[in-house]
Nanobody
């Protein structure tokens, strides 16, 4: 089973930046899309950004202009550059992969905590 491992979270002041990474334990065939989600205890998991195999990118309105999703296929890694961070960005950030052809499946990492202080 492929594992996704997030890293790069931490404590940062408002206005600061962090870069999150999501690395797969091995290459994944037939990736349809990859994405970042975030979750705050007691709230629904929220989509942050996605990138399809064709390179189409989608951002949540709340992060547009501040966050950038990218990937490095050679390193089996996806990134989320987060700039101009706000206290409301505080959450556990999880990476996600949708893969497969006839039968699709999701992979999830365990998350990395981002805390933005005011």
């Amino acid at each position: 089973q492929v594992q996704l491992v997030e890293s790069g979270g931490g404590l940062v002041q408002a206005g600061g930046s962090l870069r999150l990474s999501c690395t797969a334990s091995r290459s994944i065939d037939s990736i349809n899309s990859m994405g970042w989600y975030r979750q705050v205890p007691g709230k629904q998991r929220e989509l942050v950004a996605t990138i399809t195999s064709a390179g189409r990118i989608n951002y949540a309105d709340s992060v547009k202009g501040r966050f950038t999703i990218s990937r490095d296929n050679a390193k089996n890694t996806m990134y989320l550059q987060m700039n101009s961070l706000k206290p409301e960005d505080t959450a556990t950030y999880l990476c996600n992969v949708l893969a497969g052809t006839i039968r699709t499946y999701y992979l999830w990492g365990k998350g990395t905590l981002v805390t933005v202080s005011s």
